[in-house]
């Protein structure tokens, strides 16, 4: 084993794929890319994430209390990387990267069509320290036929990895049976 600056330990624990945040404030949609989230419970389910006054959408999420986490996949790897270096505060990015809004069934801020999965979140309280907000997803979309299943992670400094095979272990995981599938 050789010692690496404790700063990477993110690369080694990436908490899931990139996903595009989307928020709607004063009729404007906005789109950022976002992959500092983790999962916190799984009922209600909540998503903890970072959005920081640094980020456009802050200021969205803060006046809504809510958002939409849409996850994409690699065949939108470098829309994702696109969208996340410009700001929504000078550029329509459903516009410039061409995707297609779609209206969520209970939040404002519009669902991505050209995404694998849509989550309707509503914010339940706020770490302001760490800019860390806690969501609860309250709607989930899943697109079945969508034709691309592999998700985007990002190691840093530009570097993603796709998901590979899927191992399925469920029979296994006696123990929590009871979670739905």
């Not at 809004?101 to 706020?126: F, T, Y």
């Not at 796709?162 to 123990?175: E, P, Q, S, T, Y």
Request: a negative charge.
């Amino acid at each position: 084993m050789k010692e690496v600056p404790a700063s990477g330990a993110f690369r080694q624990l990436e908490p899931g794929p990139i996903v595009l945040v989307t928020t709607s404030y004063r009729g404007k949609p906005n789109i950022m890319t976002m992959g500092f989230h983790m999962m916190i419970q799984h009922a209600p389910p909540l998503i903890g994430c970072v959005i920081g006054p640094w980020d456009h959408s802050y200021s969205a999420l803060r006046a809504t209390g809510e958002c939409v986490i849409a996850i994409p996949t690699i065949d939108l790897a470098e829309t994702v990387v696109d969208i996340g270096n410009c700001s929504g505060d000078t550029v329509d990015k459903f516009e410039r990267f061409g995707l297609t809004q779609q209206p969520a069934g209970s939040v404002a801020a519009p669902l991505i069509k050209e995404c694998l999965a849509n989550i309707e979140c509503r914010v339940v309280d706020v770490v302001e320290h760490h800019s860390l907000f806690i969501l609860e997803a309250e709607r989930l979309w899943i697109d079945n036929d969508h034709r691309e299943w592999r998700t985007l992670h990002h190691r840093g400094d530009g570097v993603f990895a796709a998901d590979g095979n899927v191992l399925d272990l469920c029979d296994r995981m006696v123990k929590w049976r009871h979670f739905p599938r």
